[in-house]
């Protein structure tokens, strides 16, 4: 019965996939099987990917940075993305964090690490969009990975962070001084720890947070985004 409510609301209000907004058949979630298979995968967890891991170097000190899909503006993973953020999509999120989740356990990645974190959005922002994307793609590693995640070891402080015309690092990161703080030192201390966004573009939100991390006593830090520009 429950089948068949199913597909009597599939005809009326016939779900899309977020990626070519095609139809989806009863079976599919959020992505068309077509999109599912052919995914732009980065595979950065498999072969070093340097146009992804030079984006912090020289900046902090991470072990690793994964990301799940290559980004490319108006490309299907874009589509992804903008409904994850903005189309009340938080079960999207958990649902590629999870797929996601499962390729970095093949490779042992959750016996490196301790907690993962996504990165924090201001809670007015939070009150807006009604949840933070970070979070749920946390959630859903968390549950693939067996490992735990936590949205409030960290915080956002200011609404939005100014981005500078500057060149300078230096004046970066006095505009951006004290954009993230540390609820709980305890957690972060001697912990390995996996700072989760959705999308590397310039990795400065990312470096910032990281840094604070770095500075708590974080003693090994890795970033894991759901796509990157590369
Ligand atoms: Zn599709």
Redesign the pocket.
């Known amino acids: 019965m429950k089948n068949f409510i199913n597909h009597v609301l599939d005809f009326v209000y016939p779900r899309?996939?977020?990626?070519?907004?095609?139809p989806?058949t009863f079976n599919e979630k959020h992505?068309?099987?077509?999109?599912?298979m052919t995914l732009p995968k980065t595979q950065s967890h498999l072969t070093e990917t340097e146009s992804i891991e030079r984006k912090f170097w020289g900046k902090i000190n991470v072990q690793n940075t994964y990301s799940f899909l290559r980004f490319t503006k108006k490309g299907?993973v874009q589509n992804i993305l903008h409904a994850l953020k903005y189309k009340n999509k938080p079960e999207l999120a958990e649902y590629l964090g999870k797929m996601y989740g499962n390729e970095l356990k093949n490779v042992n990645f959750n016996e490196k690490i301790d907690l993962l974190i996504g990165i924090p959005l201001h809670k007015e922002k939070l009150k807006m969009r009604g949840y933070n994307q970070a979070d749920h793609i946390a959630k859903g590693l968390s549950v693939s990975l067996g490992v735990p995640y936590s949205e409030d070891v960290m915080v956002r402080n200011t609404f939005t962070m100014s981005q500078t015309k500057t060149k300078s690092r230096f004046n970066r990161f006095k505009n951006i001084e004290g954009v993230f703080g540390i609820n709980d030192l305890e957690a972060v201390k001697d912990n390995r720890i996996a700072l989760v966004d959705d999308v590397l573009t310039t990795g400065s939100t990312l470096e910032v947070a990281g840094e604070v991390l770095i500075e708590a006593g974080c003693k090994e830090l890795y970033i894991i985004t759901l796509a990157a520009a590369v």
Do not use: A, R
Not at 16 to 22: F, G, L, R, T
Not at 31 to 36: A, I, P, V, W, Y
């Open positions: 899309i996939c977020v990626s070519c907004e095609d989806l992505l068309c099987l077509g999109c599912l299907k």
